[in-house]
């Protein structure tokens, strides 16, 4: 087989949210069916949704008691929202992301197969589902924790604590700050989520103790994300990235920043809209609980402060390597041509006999 280089790779996730907004028929999502319930909660404005209605990035669809809809990509993938649902549609800080994000209920994802190396994000407070092709389930509490069932096909599930990989009827649990782990119990999805919405409702000091800790984390790796942007700036912008190898290593590592970056926010931004379901499910007449929370989401909207500065240096990065990249290696061609044409073949030749 042959082998696909470093660069070559880094080049083609560097693309991939260029092609998704290019491919505008693919990957754009629209209501395509609709019963009872169903509203769409548009730039602060909450209104009926409609059947054909066309969704944009930060667009949150909220299914009702006995509501169901249907959202439809245009190569025939959808995911069909649950009653008592929220789903939210892309990212604030990662633009053209293609990412949907459950941020409670339940929804059944059914993605057709991707072109290799593209992908999809089905992202939750607490995982981030890597999708080429599959058909799941995905259920989140209202106390931020996460469960995949699988149907078909396989899927990663990420978070930062760990990843796991799913294959055809496996299911998975992610808690709120914890790894994936694989999940045994017979409950179905229902039964599962009116479990852990009991938890939060018996003891939400330990859930705001638990969102403390999550957030803190997510705050821990935004500044590692920002010292390692500065070590790549100073790197390209330098004396160290002068040959081939060197510029298709420092390619692989802005790569996995950029992917660690994203996961990131979109777990952030998840995780900071569970915990407005939550301030408005306790409110303020609970202050002790109230206010708890309310400073837990004022530090997630710094993180994603940070997150979104961070994001903005890194198109910046991204810039340096590709001037930096298009000069190495036009040089390393040069280079290449120049030792082809001072090559004498005549004087390699075995001596006639």
Known sequence: MKKITVARACFALFTVLAVAAGTESVFALEVSFLVGDVSLLHQGKSTAAGMGQALADGDTVITGAGGLAVLSYGDGSEIRVMEKSRVRIGSITVKDSGSVSVISGAINARFQKLARGSERKVVTPTTVC???GTDFLVGVS???DS?????????EVRNPYGRKNLGPSSKAEIGLAESPADEEGEADMAAWKTARDGELERDPVER?????GYIGTMGERSSKSSGKLRDLDSRLGGKAAVGKKEIEKTGEELSAVQR?????ALLNESAGASIEGILDRFGKDKAEIYDTFYRIKEESNKVAEQQ????EALQAVREAYGRAYD?????????MEKIKEGFDKESVKPPKR
């Open 260 to 264: 660690d970056m994203e996961d990131d």
């Open 142 to 144: 209202d106390g931020a």
């Open 130 to 132: 890597s999708v080429r």
């Open 147 to 155: 469960r995949v069932e699988m149907k078909e096909g396989d899927l």
């Open 327 to 335: 000069e190495i290696m036009g040089k390393h061609r040069e280079s």
């Open 208 to 212: 705001g103790k638990r969102f403390e």
């Open 308 to 311: 979104r500065i961070n994001y």
